[in-house]
């Protein structure tokens, strides 16, 4: 192998490496911002914005990403509120945003399968139905 062909393997590997810790980068900030906007939604008492905040977090999925978890158990913890105040078809908008976001971040492996597992039997009790919709 030439010197030529060396050094241009080098910096293909380091832009490569760098492009990918980029990308990681980027995912995990804003999955953070959007986190932290759901937690100023719910400061607020605005469930549906904070609905939607968690739920575009977790559709930043990352594996093992800091605020996955966090974002997911935000998403059940508001759906069983408004399921305890009676709000039904709230509580199935927040178990739905919660199940379809795991659904949606499926690659190599299906993450999530607890959560999605958990919410299936919820929207099924809600909806009145035999099966999740």
């Known amino acids: 192998m030439t010197e030529q062909t060396k050094t241009v393997l080098v910096n293909v590997t380091a832009i490569a490496l760098i492009s990918v810790l980029l990308i990681v980068g980027n995912t995990l ?3 953070r ?3 932290l906007r759901g937690e100023e939604a719910m400061a607020r008492g605005d469930y549906m914005a904070a609905v939607s905040a968690y739920e ?3 559709h930043m999925y990352t594996p093992l990403g800091p605020h996955v978890e966090k974002s997911a ?3 059940w913890e508001i759906g069983a509120g408004l399921e305890r105040i009676g709000d039904t078809e709230r509580a199935l908008i ?3 945003a919660l199940r379809s976001s795991f659904y949606a971040a499926a690659w190599l492996v299906q ?3 607890e959560w999605i597992a958990r919410c299936d039997m919820k929207i099924a009790m809600l909806a009145g139905r035999g099966g999740p919709r």
Do not use: E
């Open 29 to 31: 900030w804003r999955q």
């Open 33 to 35: 911002t959007q986190f």
């Open 56 to 58: 575009a977090a977790l």
């Open 73 to 75: 158990s935000r998403l």
């Open 94 to 96: 927040a178990y739905r």
């Open 111 to 113: 993450p999530g399968r």
